[in-house]
């Protein structure tokens, strides 16, 4: 399984962006594909996954309200529409392939995309 990440950047709080996932390399039925992020000197956390086949989606309670995760199965590709950004979701942002909540369900990464939001 191949994961490539895009679409990071820096924007001011309040702003919005789109960070992207392109997949390949299996078939994803059965399988989440998830946004993870990691803080500088913070441990790796989980922020919203969504299940290729139901498109069952399930968010961090931070992103709640404000980031929509969706895929496009056509292009085997997962978006993570961030809107109204605050600094601390400044982090590396990173896609992968599993199941659940939790890191531990996930085995399959992509190498990260930067996003930074200034104050």
């Keep these: 399984v191949q994961l490539q990440a895009?679409?990071?950047?820096?924007?001011q709080a309040g702003?919005?962006?789109?960070?992207?996932?392109a997949a390949s390399g299996?078939?994803?039925?059965?399988?989440?594909?998830?946004?993870?992020r990691q803080a500088p000197g913070k441990e790796r956390e989980f922020v919203a996954a969504i299940?290729?086949?139901s498109g069952m989606q399930y968010y961090?309670?931070?992103?709640k309200g404000r980031f929509t995760i969706s895929r496009d199965k056509t292009k085997n590709t997962v978006h993570l529409q961030m809107n109204s950004l605050k600094p601390?979701?400044?982090?590396?942002?990173?896609?992968a392939v599993g199941t659940g909540t939790e890191r531990i369900g996930y085995d399959y990464?992509?190498?990260?995309?930067?996003?930074?939001?200034s104050s």
């Design 109 to 117: 990464w992509g190498q990260g995309t930067q996003v930074t939001v």
């Design 26 to 36: 299996r078939t994803f039925s059965g399988y989440a594909m998830a946004w993870f």
């Design 60 to 63: 961090e309670d931070s992103a």
């Design 88 to 95: 601390e979701d400044t982090a590396v942002y990173f896609c």
């Design 6 to 11: 895009s679409g990071g950047g820096l924007v």
């Design 15 to 21: 702003g919005s962006l789109r960070v992207s996932c």
């Design 51 to 53: 299940y290729w086949s």
